[in-house]
């Protein structure tokens, strides 16, 4: 989807030069050539027995019986030697490149306390309560694509911008305290929207139970972050409206850390004036769900 705006322009609408039914046809016949002195007779033999098949269930209304797809059959949901899963997180999968024995600086260990300090801090619980607790090296990972051929994310470490189209840009949606500045007001949480630009993973496993006056780690935990840029959009949904940043430095917002499962899809972004607009087609899909402590019914 990152390429729709760029072959627009240069194609016009979309319906006019757009080939994806001849392009499945070419990517299913192309799998079929098993032989590479007899090419032609293997692919002849597929279409000629695919054609046979189709005939059969619509004669004979045999589509359930004679369906071949089984789940687990799609090799898309099988993990390479270059992935990882994590029980956490079923719908992801990480993809290399991967250092397995990373070890953050000062300011990337000053971010990740910051946010654990919103999950295992007590009441007077500052970072620098949670820097000990840090593991000293972490998995940073480089890609990362979602399960059900979902979208695949590249971060900004594992670009190449003369080789890939970039995929590192992202929508991702976090419940906000408006009264975050404000400890004596009691907190009003409102869901906002957020572009970023993804620069890598970090896998950060806490072994062991923690239990202390400001830090209280109940069991042993795994968590996959998002290191992200968060463009200054506004905070504008671009799939109601226009959502832009500038074409600059000044145009991100401070890095953070955020969840891997807040992360809702991939984005593209189209230039103009010296602007960066959002290309969002995510309207319709599942959003991220915002779940209290102790809520145990899900609203439809």
């Known amino acids: 989807m990152l390429h729709l705006a760029d072959g627009i322009e240069d194609s016009g609408p979309v319906w006019t030069s757009w080939a994806f039914i001849m392009e499945r046809i070419c990517s299913l016949i192309s799998s079929c050539v098993t032989s590479h002195l007899h090419p032609d007779g293997t692919l002849n033999q597929r279409i000629k027995r695919e054609a046979q098949l189709s005939a059969i ?6 589509y359930d019986e004679l369906d071949l797809s089984r789940p687990g059959d799609d090799p898309a949901e099988q993990l390479s030697r270059s992935e990882q899963a994590y029980d956490e997180y079923p719908e992801s999968i990480l993809r290399f490149p991967r250092v397995k ?18 999950i295992y801090g007590q009441k007077k619980c ?71 630009q993804l620069q890598y993973l970090l896998v ?30 506004g905070n504008k949904d671009a799939t109601v409206e226009l959502a832009s940043f500038k074409d600059r430095p000044t145009g991100f917002e401070t890095p953070q850390f955020i969840d891997l499962n807040s992360i809702d899809c991939v984005a593209g972004r189209v230039l103009r004036d010296k602007k960066w607009y959002m290309i969002d087609r995510s309207r319709g899909v599942a959003r991220t769900m915002f779940i209290q402590d102790g809520d145990r019914e899900l609203e439809e």
């Not at 990373?102 to 654990?116: A, E, M, N, Q, S």
């Open 204 to 233: 950060v496993e806490f072994t062991t139970r923690i239990n202390t006056e400001n830090v209280k780690i109940p069991e042993p935990e795994t968590h996959v972050l998002a290191y992200v840029k968060p463009c200054k959009t």
């Open 101 to 118: 024995d990373f070890r953050p600086d000062d300011l990337i260990r000053w971010h990740l306390g910051v946010y654990f300090v919103n």
């Open 126 to 196: 500052k970072w620098q309560h949670i820097l000990p607790y840090l593991p000293e090296s972490m998995t940073r990972w480089g890609k990362v694509r979602r399960r059900h051929r979902g979208d695949k994310i590249r971060g900004a470490i594992a670009m190449n911008p003369e080789k890939n189209r970039d995929s590192s840009f992202i929508r991702f949606e976090l419940e906000v305290d408006i009264y975050a500045h404000q400890t004596r007001k009691k907190p009003v949480f409102v869901r906002k929207v957020y572009y970023a």
């Open 57 to 62: 269930i619509l004669k004979y209304d045999l």
